[in-house]
């Protein structure tokens, strides 16, 4: 598809947002409207086959996201949002990488609710801030199995009361290996399936 190259193409070379200058962000904002347009997926919320699994993210003009390459010593490195359908659960893992044995990570899981054919209601519930390395951290996949299963992590591991921590997503294009979001405070989201 003709679109989907070309917003993969603009996107090329921005590092998630992070160098993207300002032309290179309006150029890219506009091949995310054109590829919406031509959405394959009318029902987005409804195509679990297509949603669920393990999502690294692409291109964002999130600034909370983005301001984590911002912190002393540290690099934002990979991106990951590992979606649940069964359990509808939402994982969202930063690694951070920096001086050498302290890579961190930030992560926030949620459980979401649809609330229209491409909307769905997002809740925090748990925030881990830590070191990889006393996490125990390996990949996204052997984390999301040590959350579901309970553990307690020896980092910052804190439980969100969802009531107040909540938003929305707006999933406004999805194919087998692409999905693009628009959030409730404005911020675009592409991510490629892995």
């Known amino acids: 598809m003709i679109g989907k190259v070309a917003l993969l193409d603009a996107i090329a070379g921005t590092n998630r947002g992070l160098l993207a200058s300002v032309a290179q962000k309006q150029a890219i904002l506009a091949a995310i409207a054109n590829l ?48 649940r359908v069964e359990t509808t659960s939402i994982y969202n893992i930063a690694e951070i990488y920096g001086l050498p044995y302290i890579e961190g990570l930030v992560s926030v899981v949620a459980n979401f609710e649809p609330i229209s054919e491409r909307r769905v209601q997002v809740k925090f519930k748990r925030s881990i801030i830590g070191l990889q390395s006393l996490i125990s951290y390996s990949s996204p996949e052997d984390f999301i199995q040590q959350i579901a299963a309970g553990k307690k992590f020896a980092a910052i591991d804190t439980a969100l009361n969802s009531d107040r921590q909540q938003g929305w997503l707006d999933i406004t294009y999805i194919d087998d290996d692409l999905r693009i979001g628009r959030g409730n405070e404005g911020s675009v989201f592409v991510l490629s399936k892995t």
């Open 36 to 83: 919406e347009d031509f959405n394959p997926t009318p029902r987005p919320v409804e195509a679990t086959n297509l949603l669920d699994g393990n999502w690294r993210l692409i291109y964002t003009t999130s600034k909370s996201l983005l301001n984590l390459d911002r912190l002393p010593l540290f690099k934002l490195g990979q991106i990951y949002q590992c979606i």
